[in-house]
């Protein structure tokens, strides 16, 4: 059963402190990871992908990738009020034309004021 | 370009009775999935289909559910004879075709409400 792992939270930081989401995966031949936030009542929506070792940036959110830890991570910098919601995280397994996504169950971010 | 659409955004069945979701992909996509979300508790796969072929339905519950993607309109999920427990956050998402994935695109939900 391929998995993917997420603490739950809630995990509260203060506003303007770095918030960092964790998530590990099963399938080592995953290649594709990808970050959803998740407003309560509303639909999951992609803010990060990766794909390679490493880190990617987008504006405050940076995503890192380990492959060889099975490791995949969110860090928030400078948390504002408005990014309390639920981070999925999502992984691609599949082959060939089929792409299956795993997500984990979420963790609950609370930024602070 | 729109997103992906769902209707209706809200639908109230009587147990017993038949509930049809509808998911139209993003221009483009030929992927469709569903999910069904309790409050307060994570995505669960449902079901995956290209047009016109059901991928991976290893989700779905073996009966009264069922799913399609005809190769001209929008998916369709169907849940016959519905019960209190199918009251729940159905999602469509969809993503495109060919080379390497990029993620999927959700649609705003249909919350069922079964009374």
């Known amino acids: 059963q391929k998995e993917v792992e997420q603490n739950s939270g809630p995990l509260s930081v203060p506003e303007g402190a770095i918030a960092s989401l964790n998530c590990t995966y099963s399938d080592r031949g995953s290649q594709s990871f990808f970050w959803y936030r998740q407003y309560s009542g509303k639909s999951p929506e992609l803010i990060m992908s990766?794909?390679?070792?490493g880190d990617k940036e987008d504006g405050r959110f940076t995503a890192q990738l380990n492959k060889a830890s099975q490791y995949v991570s969110l860090l928030i910098r400078d948390s504002q009020p408005s990014d309390s919601a639920t981070y999925l995280c999502a992984v691609n397994i599949g082959e060939r034309g089929t792409y299956k996504y795993i997500f984990g169950t979420g963790t609950r971010l609370k930024v602070l004021a | 370009n729109a997103g992906v659409m769902q209707n209706p955004r809200h639908l109230v069945r009587r147990r017993g009775q038949e509930a049809r979701l509808r998911c139209s992909p993003m221009k483009g996509h030929s992927h469709v999935y569903w999910y069904r979300q309790l409050p307060e508790e994570g995505l669960k796969f449902m079901v995956y289909l290209q047009k016109e072929n059901i991928i991976d339905e290893s989700g779905m519950p073996k009966e009264r559910f069922s799913a399609e993607f005809p190769k001209e309109g929008p998916s369709i999920l169907r849940i016959q004879q519905v019960v209190r427990g199918d009251s729940a956050a159905y999602f469509c998402?969809?993503?495109?075709?060919?080379?390497?994935?990029?993620?999927?695109?959700f649609g705003p939900g249909t919350r069922l409400t079964v009374l």
């Open positions: 998402a969809s993503s495109p075709p060919g080379g390497a994935p990029v993620g999927q695109f």
């Open positions: 990766i794909y390679s070792n």
